[in-house]
């Protein structure tokens, strides 16, 4: 699945809360999303419009090795 261009990081902690992230705290321009899902599990996404997709693609790849699924099956069920 094709990632996407135009997300930015605030869109992105939203669509993360069907994996079970919540907004645990802000710091500047960086967002703090953290899950109690299959272990507690810690990432910050940049506040930025849009997220390049080098970072975007960072971010997916880390929750699917926390979920231990496909970064395709991450984008499925966020999208």
């Not at 996407?4 to 809360?17: I, N, T, V, W």
């Not at 960086?30 to 810690?42: D, M, V």
């Amino acid at each position: 699945m094709k990632l996407p261009r135009d997300l930015s990081g605030k869109d992105l902690a939203k669509k993360l809360k069907v994996l079970g992230y919540e907004i645990s705290h802000q710091s500047g321009s960086h967002i703090r999303l953290t899950t109690q899902s299959s272990g507690e599990h810690h990432i910050t996404v940049p506040a930025h419009n849009p997220l390049k997709i080098g970072t975007l693609n960072n971010i997916l790849r880390n929750i699917s090795e926390h979920f231990g699924i496909s970064r395709n099956e991450v984008l499925k069920r966020i999208f």
